[in-house]
């Protein structure tokens, strides 16, 4: 099973400002296999990037993916209030699904 | 526009079995070929669990750490997908979801809106 780890845990900053949230495997896979998800409160995740860099239907540009290997990110470059969430990087590998553990966005 | 829609008991008894369905709507499982339907869940201790897909030619691939338990089914002619999980513990309470996705690999990219099980005498 590839693990895995998302940094930080919790991420405050102000709307305006550029969010960086980390993506670490436990070993390298296909970039192409990499997902991220926004999950607000009560709500199911909802696909934010695939393929690692590949804006989802109707995504935002501010919104951007990168990475390869083991090491990925997501990026906003300038937060919008509705922006603050919780977001999950998932991949596929070894004939399972697995996510991460999540980064909280909190307003500062 | 596609919707899924999770139901099913909201309280299951330990030791019981967990039965879910996934209702989809504005579209069709039968049309929806080479499509996915998968269940995925989220509880507070274990965070999102891919627990298991099914192709709808009814293909099933499973998480290894709950195969032993769980039996996915689709039935085209209702356009339900549904979920067994047997033998509950109080660490299967958990919100499940249904989602599609267009072959293993692919991203989770429609989901339900998640229902509440919680396993408790």
């Known amino acids: 099973e590839i693990v895995l780890t998302q940094s930080p845990g919790t991420l405050s900053l102000s709307p305006g400002e550029r969010a960086t949230l980390s993506c670490r495997a436990s070993?390298?896979?296909?970039?192409?296999?990499l997902a991220w998800y926004q999950q607000k409160p009560g709500q199911a995740p909802r696909l934010l990037i695939y393929?690692?860099?590949t804006r989802a239907t109707g995504i935002p540009d501010r919104f951007s993916g990168s990475g390869s290997g083991t090491d990925f990110t997501l990026t906003i470059s300038r937060l919008e209030p509705e922006d603050f969430a919780v977001y999950y990087c998932?991949?596929?590998?070894?004939?399972?699904?697995?996510f991460g553990q999540g980064t909280k966005l909190e307003i500062k | 526009q596609l919707q899924l829609q999770e139901s099913g008991p909201g309280l299951v008894k330990p030791s019981e079995t967990l039965s879910l369905t996934c209702t989809v709507s504005?579209?069709?499982?039968?049309?929806?070929?080479?499509?996915?339907w998968g269940w995925i869940r989220q509880s507070p201790g274990k965070g999102l669990e891919w627990i298991g897909s099914i192709y709808y030619s009814g293909t099933t691939h499973y998480n290894p750490s709950l195969k032993s338990r769980v039996i996915i089914s689709v039935d085209t002619s209702r356009d339900q997908c549904s979920l067994r999980l047997s033998s509950v513990t109080a660490t299967d309470t958990a919100v499940y979801y249904c989602a599609r996705h267009s072959a293993l690999g692919n991203p989770l990219r429609d989901w339900g809106q998640g229902t509440l099980v919680t396993v408790s005498s």
């Open positions: 393929g690692a860099s």
């Open positions: 504005g579209g069709s499982i039968s049309s929806s070929s080479y499509y996915y």
């Open positions: 070993q390298s896979f296909s970039s192409s296999l």
């Open positions: 998932q991949q596929y590998g070894n004939s399972m699904y697995t």
